[in-house]
């Protein structure tokens, strides 16, 4: 009963201490948001220029020329040519529109990503959503599209700041203060203390996935079969992260030099999980160290459900790697974990 108070005293204490933290609301809540803003920014600048368009014969092509009919910039005409066009070729056009079976395909000139946006919404308005609109490029590539890009990539940040800025530095912190000295002395349990950081960390993880899920709904980029299977995956990664967060933070004790070393981390897990840069596009000693970082196995897994893309290893495969790396990385904090440096082993 004692130990299931000092639990929730707490809970509500640690919750307190994280919503006050300016830089820790910062960093875990408004910074992905940003980061999103900015690259939804982007996109929308980036839907400017003209588009040569063709569209199949099919029973929707007069739908699809009247909502594109007056769109500025944007020249969309029925195929008129005898035989439909091969897939590696554009036939002097920037995009060709195929739809059979209620599903789109639209072959797009990669350097005229520009024009995805503008076709997903008229698409859309003739009644084909994003979620059966497949875009590609002529040599079976996916275009750059901005604003999916971001979305995975905003998700990773987001999860990684609870961890590290979130997690790690704030109990760094309380070593340095002498804080978890002080608990020490006390007949607190270690594993009472670490499981009074969760509740509000998973809140903020929930809300993390609820608004950037409902953002990747809104844009049509997250069918609704999609959206389960994305919030298990972004628990189990959340979980895997923060029992890594734990292992750096049961022995550091000086919160600057963390930040930095964490600051560094994030970028470094971003490029190497794929979503700055391409793996097929990184030589094959960066895609060998890919493989052997579970992060990777988050990256692909949240690539697979927010932009359609083929997985790598399989959401099976995704999902134990995870749960694998959240049990190494907590046993080891676990064993590791000191209120103090001091303390015998």
Same mark, same amino acid.
């Given at each position: 009963?004692?130990?299931?108070?000092?639990?929730?005293?707490?809970?509500? +204490?640690?919750?307190?201490?994280?919503?006050?933290?300016? $830089?820790?609301?910062f960093?875990?809540l408004?910074?992905? !948001?940003?980061?999103?803003?900015?690259?939804?920014?982007?996109?929308?600048?980036n839907?400017g220029?003209t588009?040569?368009?063709?569209?199949?014969?099919?029973?929707t092509?007069?739908?699809?020329?009247?909502? /594109?009919?007056?769109? $500025?910039?944007?020249?969309?005409?029925?195929?008129?040519?005898g035989?439909?066009?091969a897939?590696?070729?554009?036939?002097?056009?920037d995009?060709?529109v195929?739809?059979?079976?209620?599903?789109?395909?639209?072959t797009?000139?990669?350097? $005229?990503?520009?024009?995805?946006?503008?076709l997903?919404?008229v698409?859309g308005?003739?009644?084909?959503?994003?979620?059966?609109t497949?875009?590609?490029t002529?040599?079976?590539?996916?275009?750059?599209?901005?604003? $999916?890009?971001?979305l995975p990539?905003?998700?990773?940040?987001?999860?990684?700041?609870v961890?590290?800025?979130? +997690?790690?530095?704030?109990?760094?912190?309380?070593?340095q203060?002498?804080?978890?000295?002080l608990?020490?002395? +006390?007949p607190?349990?270690?594993?009472t203390f670490?499981?009074?950081? /969760?509740?509000?960390? &998973?809140?903020?993880?929930?809300?993390?996935?609820?608004?950037l899920?409902?953002v990747?709904?809104?844009?049509?980029?997250?069918?609704?079969?999609?959206?389960?299977r994305?919030f298990?995956?972004?628990?189990l990664?959340?979980?895997?992260?923060?029992?890594?967060?734990? !292992?750096?933070?049961?022995?550091l004790?000086?919160?600057?030099?963390?930040?930095?070393?964490?600051?560094v981390?994030m970028?470094v897990v971003?490029?190497?999980?794929? !979503?700055?840069?391409?793996?097929?596009?990184?030589?094959?000693?960066?895609?060998?160290?890919s493989?052997?970082?579970p +992060?990777?196995? &988050?990256?692909?897994?949240?690539?697979?459900? #927010?932009?359609g893309?083929a997985?790598?290893?399989g #959401?099976v495969?995704d999902?134990?790697?995870?749960a694998t790396?959240?049990?190494i990385?907590?046993?080891?904090a676990a064993?590791?974990?000191?209120?103090?440096q001091?303390?015998?082993?």
């Amino acid at each position: 009963m004692i130990e299931i108070q000092a639990l929730r005293h707490l809970v509500k +204490t640690n919750t307190r201490e994280l919503v006050r933290d300016g $830089k820790t609301v910062f960093f875990v809540l408004l910074f992905p !948001l940003l980061f999103l803003a900015m690259f939804l920014g982007f996109g929308y600048l980036n839907t400017g220029g003209t588009y040569h368009v063709a569209v199949q014969p099919s029973p929707t092509q007069q739908q699809i020329l009247q909502h /594109a009919a007056g769109i $500025k910039g944007l020249t969309v005409e029925g195929w008129t040519r005898g035989s439909p066009p091969a897939l590696t070729d554009l036939a002097g056009y920037d995009a060709i529109v195929t739809v059979a079976g209620g599903r789109a395909v639209v072959t797009i000139d990669s350097a $005229k990503f520009g024009a995805v946006k503008i076709l997903r919404e008229v698409l859309g308005d003739s009644g084909i959503d994003a979620g059966r609109t497949e875009f590609r490029t002529p040599d079976g590539g996916q275009p750059f599209d901005p604003v $999916k890009a971001s979305l995975p990539t905003a998700l990773v940040m987001a999860l990684m700041s609870v961890a590290f800025f979130g +997690t790690a530095t704030p109990l760094i912190a309380l070593r340095q203060r002498g804080t978890l000295r002080l608990l020490g002395t +006390t007949p607190l349990r270690r594993r009472t203390f670490v499981a009074a950081q /969760a509740p509000a960390r &998973l809140a903020l993880v929930a809300v993390q996935l609820l608004v950037l899920g409902g953002v990747a709904a809104g844009l049509g980029f997250l069918p609704a079969g999609a959206a389960l299977r994305l919030f298990a995956t972004g628990l189990l990664g959340a979980l895997m992260l923060f029992a890594f967060g734990y !292992l750096a933070a049961s022995r550091l004790r000086n919160p600057e030099i963390a930040n930095g070393v964490l600051a560094v981390l994030m970028p470094v897990v971003l490029l190497l999980g794929g !979503l700055f840069l391409p793996l097929q596009m990184m030589p094959a000693a960066l895609r060998t160290v890919s493989d052997a970082l579970p +992060t990777s196995y &988050l990256v692909d897994a949240l690539n697979h459900d #927010l932009t359609g893309a083929a997985s790598a290893h399989g #959401l099976v495969v995704d999902w134990l790697v995870m749960a694998t790396a959240a049990l190494i990385f907590g046993g080891l904090a676990a064993r590791l974990f000191r209120w103090d440096q001091g303390e015998g082993q």
